[in-house]
């Protein structure tokens, strides 16, 4: 069975800092992954989706890498900013195109 | 590009009774999940469909939830009766098709008292 961690739970750094968020799962065998993040009381926004046969995905100041064989994709946020605060989720989709996700890194960036 | 709609956005009830939810996907979209977000943690898959079968029910309380997906388009999920353990975030995602990058709508606030 499929689990996928985020460590860590809570993360506090001041502005300007770069930063990066972990995700690991369980079983490699995984198709594809996608980082998303979420403000408040509101869903959840696509940052970055992996194919299972990239390593990385860039998006302005967000990279995204992933490796498979070690079951580990990092969020990479460069020069973070009070508007990044929120959490962010990683989920992993399975062969039926599942998304089983991680339960999340609350991030507050301090101006 | 219009997104995913849901409706309502809020919705409080009593233990015991029922209510309903509403899930536009995005125009074209054959995949349509609904995920279960309890406070503090991440979504859980309830039901996900494609086009208007259903590929992965194995995590709905089937014996309280419901969900149906007529014509392949909109969506309704279904709760009878109501527990307390049923307050939680639903949240409606659609995809082009089971592998391709998922949009979710806003979301629904259930909160059972």
């Known amino acids: 069975k499929q689990e996928v961690t985020q460590i860590p739970a809570a993360l506090s750094v001041p502005e300007g800092e770069n930063l990066v968020l972990n995700c690991s799962f369980t079983d490699s065998a995984i198709y594809n992954l996608q980082w998303f993040r979420q403000d408040p009381g509101k869903g959840l926004t696509s940052l970055l989706l992996?194919?299972?046969?990239?390593r990385e995905q860039t998006s302005g100041r967000l990279n995204a890498s992933l490796d498979k064989s070690s079951g580990r994709s990092t969020l990479y946020i460069a020069a973070s900013q009070p508007g990044d605060s929120a959490t962010y989720l990683c989920a992993v989709y399975n062969q039926g195109g599942k998304l089983i996700f991680g339960q999340g890194t609350e991030l507050s960036v301090k101006p | 590009e219009a997104g995913v709609a849901q409706s309502p956005r809020y919705k409080i009830i009593e233990k015991r009774q029922s209510v309903a939810f509403w899930c536009n996907p995005i125009s074209g979209h054959a995949t349509l999940y609904w995920y279960q977000q309890i406070l503090g943690q991440g979504p859980k898959l309830l039901i996900q469909f494609q086009n208007n079968g259903v590929v992965d029910d194995s995590q709905l309380p089937k014996d309280r939830f419901s969900a149906e997906r007529l014509k392949g388009v909109d969506s309704t999920l279904k709760i009878q009766p109501a527990k307390l353990e049923d307050s939680a975030v639903y949240l409606c995602a659609s995809s082009l098709e089971g592998l391709a990058k998922a949009f979710f709508g806003q979301g629904t606030r259930l909160t059972v008292v």
């Open positions: 992996i194919q299972s046969s990239q």
